[in-house]
């Protein structure tokens, strides 16, 4: 396995083909190239030079999914600021067996020095010094023969050994990984896993309905928030398994395709490109989670051919 650091990104390579390519901006996995395709739709006019939070890849979403209308995350922009902030790489391993099927494991860290943001909320009458919230994340990249994990921890740093703990504040986070997936023709797809969970719909105004269906098809704007999904998500195209989709500690599971409506979208394209993608999201989004100081969390989501 190779890892090549080069100005705004990191290439992972392994012997035997697969590949993977990470923009620092964002820690976003730009490409991930399987069995001698691509697997993330990119879109044409996604932005690269970390103007604007890619539109493609696989965008991390924390610490807030979608926009909070009050609270520490309430004027942080949609989706948070993990996906538009630059991190760090912390460093990088081979695993697996080295001489026969190596995979690569690369670490990002991203901190509250990093933040171009304020969280939480600065409160507007207060006489105390403002304190952002002492966090840190790391993020990992694993590519392997036939699949690609991801892994997000989030920590909320020690409180600090005086009169006065400096951290003794708990917060409140979502997290996922807004995997954009590359499909020949997303009218050919089933998604199974989901049938008898509730999810939010919404395209109907976040109306709450349970799935009926034992695979769900796409043939018009689909935007549900599934939570609590018991089990392994899978996109197939007729008996063929596409995508198996594994979560570690993520409960929830977000469909996405815009459909027609990718066209209003102004980094999407080209603008029948939703016919190529379909975003299956994992994350834990359908309720906040509490981090109390000196605690950390993580989860995962594998991706598999
Ligand atoms: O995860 C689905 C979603 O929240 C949709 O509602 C949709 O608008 C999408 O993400 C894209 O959001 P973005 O901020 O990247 O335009």
Known sequence: GVVEIKDDRVKISLPSGESAEVLLYGATVISWVADGAERLFLSKEAKLDGTKAVRGGVPLVFPVFGKATEGPCAKLPQHGFARISKWDVLGWNVL???????SVQVDFVLDSHNLTVEWPLKPEANDQPYQPYAFSLMYSVILKRNSLETKLRVSNEEPEESEEPKNDRAFDFNALFHTYLRVADVTKLGVTGLKGVSYKDKVEGGAEATEERDELTVASEVDRVYANVPGTVVVKEGDRTLYTVERQNLEDVV???????????????????YMNMLCVEAGAVSSWHKLMPGDSWEGGVTISL
């Open 96 to 102: 697996g067996d080295e001489e026969r099927e190596p």
């Open 255 to 273: 469909v996405w395709n815009p459909w027609t409506g990718a066209a209003k979208i102004g980094d999407f394209s080209p603008d029948d490109g």
